[in-house]
């Protein structure tokens, strides 16, 4: 079963990256095999991994800090799943995210496999501004807090500016907290209007906007399903927003502007 799974993954790390056509093709004829090597071996590996990354992120966030638990555990589990789905990454304007500056991640969300490709390929210490419920989740919940995720009650905004108020003090520098302004997964894909959460917390922290364009990931894994299938994923980084001197008057612009900034980054048929 393992050298069945290990050809298998060969096979479509090897097509996922190939014309449109040819991966349609394919799968159509893998994608039945495919959910057997899923269900067989990549779920048990994934709560497998998930348990153990969570455990090492837990360990290490005590014992050297919540940073080094993030970006070794945090990052290299979702690296892991993305290699054994296998999905492959195309990141472009990696420059636009300097470790030496925090940011809000405003990002468009298609899909679930999302958080993995931010989370494994956006070079940033990342953190997600999570409801309070998911600390209750076991082993996850507590891998979560010990990295530096940040939970908040959404029905408090003052609890919430609070604790990302304190979690960038206690994190530092290089800090990517994460947002998806659509405020649930888009089905067709195209961008859904904007909420206003990540956008109060740029101006009121004063730390500028990054916007991210993520395309690719409902083909891989669509909204709403467990179809999963390989392929390829692009994260797109543009140029920081900054918010240095903006008032709570200006965040609709704010809005609009990183809005367009990630629209303008979507393939032609989502447009």
């Given at each position: 079963a393992l050298t069945g799974a290990l050809l298998l993954h060969r096979i479509c790390t090897f097509f996922s990256g190939h014309?449109?056509?040819?991966?349609?093709?394919?799968?159509?004829?893998?994608?039945?095999?495919?959910?057997?090597?899923?269900?067989?071996?990549?779920?048990?590996?994934?709560?497998?991994?998930?348990?153990?990354?969570?455990?090492?992120?837990?360990?290490?966030?005590?014992?050297?800090?919540?940073?080094?638990?993030?970006?070794?555990?945090?990052?290299?589990?979702?690296?892991?799943?993305?290699?054994?789905?296998?999905?492959?990454?195309?990141?472009?304007?990696?420059?636009?995210?300097?470790?030496?500056?925090?940011?809000?991640?405003?990002?468009?969300?298609?899909?679930?496999?999302?958080?993995l490709v931010i989370y494994g390929w956006l070079q940033l210490d990342m953190k997600w501004v999570m409801k309070k419920e998911l600390r209750k989740v076991p082993g996850i919940g507590i891998g979560c807090e010990k990295v530096g995720h940040i939970f908040v009650d959404r029905r408090n905004p003052k609890q919430a500016a609070q604790a990302i108020s304190d979690a960038l003090k206690r994190l530092g520098d290089g800090v990517g907290i994460l947002f998806f302004p659509e405020g649930t997964r888009s089905t067709s894909g195209k961008l859904l209007p904007f909420k206003k959460g990540a956008f109060r917390t740029a101006i009121e922290q004063q730390i500028p906007v990054l916007p991210v364009t993520v395309s690719g990931t409902r083909d891989i894994c669509p909204n709403k399903t467990l179809k999963v299938f390989p392929g390829t994923a692009h994260l797109v980084l543009h140029e920081p927003i900054e918010t240095a001197g903006m008032t709570l008057d200006d965040m609709d612009a704010l809005m609009d502007k990183c809005r367009q900034t990630i629209h303008s980054a979507l393939p032609a048929e989502l447009q």
């Open positions: 014309r449109a056509r040819s991966g349609r093709a394919l799968k159509k004829v893998l994608f039945w095999p495919f959910q057997v090597y899923m269900w067989l071996i990549f779920i048990p590996l994934v709560i497998v991994l998930t348990l153990l990354f969570s455990l090492g992120a837990v360990i290490s966030s005590m014992l050297v800090s919540p940073s080094f638990g993030s970006r070794v555990f945090g990052a290299n589990w979702a690296r892991s799943l993305g290699i054994l789905t296998p999905i492959r990454v195309v990141v472009e304007g990696a420059e636009h995210a300097g470790k030496q500056r925090s940011y809000v991640v405003a990002s468009n969300h298609q899909s679930m496999y999302d958080i």
